[in-house]
C-alpha cells in the first residue's frame, strides 16, 4: 500500500493520500484549500482517484473539493450519512465565514459506522465519532488511523461549533479509538502523527475517563 501525507494552506491541514499499488486506484482523505499539489501527486505517481473520503464537513477540509473534481470527475465523495447537515449549510460548513465564495456539497457514497469501503484490495473502515461534528468520522487502514479533527496528538477537536458536543466527543474517543490496538498510527487533521497508546498515557482530555 502506498501511504502519502500532504501539508496544505495556512491551516497546515493534512491530506493523505493511499493507494493500491497493484490497481493504481487511490483514494484522498479530505481536500484542504488546494487542490493542484493532491492532483499534481496522483499524477506523477500514475494513480486513478476513486475516492474522495471526507472526516467531516468544515471548510478547510473540503475546499479543494470541486478542483479535484474537475481532473478527475469520476471520484466518488464518501462522507457519513449525516453530512448534509453540514455540506448543505455554508453557515454550518463554515464556508460562509472563511471562504470568499460560500459553497455546498454532496456525497456520492453514505457510510455508517463500521462500514468498510474497498480501494482495490485494501480494506478503509469508518468510523462514526461525532463530537467535533455530528457527521466526524476517523477511518482504519491497516494499522493506521486517520482520525480527521476528532483525535491530535495530546488534543482533542474543538467542540464549539455547530453540531459539537465535547461529551460526544470524549465518548467517541475514549468508547471506539481506545479500543484499538495501542500501536496503531494516528494520523490527525492537523499536526503530527501520535499513537493510539501514548494517547491512553498522555492526553490531558481523556485522562481519568478510561
Given at each position: 500500500m502506498l501511504f502519502k501525507q500532504l501539508v496544505i494552506g495556512t491551516m497546515a491541514n493534512n491530506c493523505y493520500i493511499i493507494a493500491d499499488e497493484e490497481t493504481c486506484e487511490a483514494a484522498i482523505f479530505d481536500a484542504p484549500f488546494y487542490g493542484e499539489p493532491i492532483c499534481d501527486f496522483l499524477a506523477e505517481n500514475n494513480l486513478n482517484l476513486k475516492y474522495i473520503i471526507l472526516t467531516h464537513g468544515h471548510f478547510d477540509h473540503i475546499t479543494a473539493v470541486h478542483d479535484i473534481l474537475a481532473k478527475f470527475p469520476d471520484a466518488k465523495i464518501v462522507a457519513h450519512t449525516s453530512s448534509d447537515i453540514l455540506f448543505a449549510d455554508t453557515a454550518k460548513n463554515l464556508t460562509d465565514r472563511y471562504c470568499r465564495k460560500p459553497f455546498t456539497l454532496s456525497a456520492d457514497i453514505k457510510v455508517e459506522d463500521g462500514d468498510v469501503i474497498k480501494l482495490g484490495s485494501?480494506?478503509?473502515?469508518?468510523?462514526?465519532?461525532?463530537g467535533h461534528t455530528c457527521d466526524s468520522l476517523c477511518?482504519?487502514?491497516?494499522?493506521?488511523?486517520?482520525?480527521?479533527?476528532?483525535?491530535?496528538?495530546?488534543?482533542?477537536?474543538?467542540?464549539?461549533?455547530?453540531?459539537?458536543?465535547?461529551?460526544?466527543?470524549?465518548?467517541?474517543i475514549v468508547d471506539k479509538l481506545y479500543a484499538l490496538p495501542p500501536e496503531t498510527r494516528v494520523y490527525p487533521g492537523h499536526g503530527e502523527a501520535t499513537t493510539i497508546g501514548d494517547e491512553i498515557k498522555e492526553n490531558p482530555y481523556t485522562r481519568g475517563k478510561i
Amino acid at each position: 500500500m502506498l501511504f502519502k501525507q500532504l501539508v496544505i494552506g495556512t491551516m497546515a491541514n493534512n491530506c493523505y493520500i493511499i493507494a493500491d499499488e497493484e490497481t493504481c486506484e487511490a483514494a484522498i482523505f479530505d481536500a484542504p484549500f488546494y487542490g493542484e499539489p493532491i492532483c499534481d501527486f496522483l499524477a506523477e505517481n500514475n494513480l486513478n482517484l476513486k475516492y474522495i473520503i471526507l472526516t467531516h464537513g468544515h471548510f478547510d477540509h473540503i475546499t479543494a473539493v470541486h478542483d479535484i473534481l474537475a481532473k478527475f470527475p469520476d471520484a466518488k465523495i464518501v462522507a457519513h450519512t449525516s453530512s448534509d447537515i453540514l455540506f448543505a449549510d455554508t453557515a454550518k460548513n463554515l464556508t460562509d465565514r472563511y471562504c470568499r465564495k460560500p459553497f455546498t456539497l454532496s456525497a456520492d457514497i453514505k457510510v455508517e459506522d463500521g462500514d468498510v469501503i474497498k480501494l482495490g484490495s485494501i480494506d478503509i473502515k469508518a468510523i462514526h465519532t461525532p463530537g467535533h461534528t455530528c457527521d466526524s468520522l476517523c477511518f482504519l487502514v491497516e494499522d493506521k488511523l486517520i482520525s480527521g479533527d476528532t483525535l491530535f496528538r495530546f488534543e482533542v477537536g474543538r467542540a464549539d461549533f455547530p453540531t459539537s458536543s465535547f461529551e460526544q466527543e470524549i465518548s467517541s474517543i475514549v468508547d471506539k479509538l481506545y479500543a484499538l490496538p495501542p500501536e496503531t498510527r494516528v494520523y490527525p487533521g492537523h499536526g503530527e502523527a501520535t499513537t493510539i497508546g501514548d494517547e491512553i498515557k498522555e492526553n490531558p482530555y481523556t485522562r481519568g475517563k478510561i
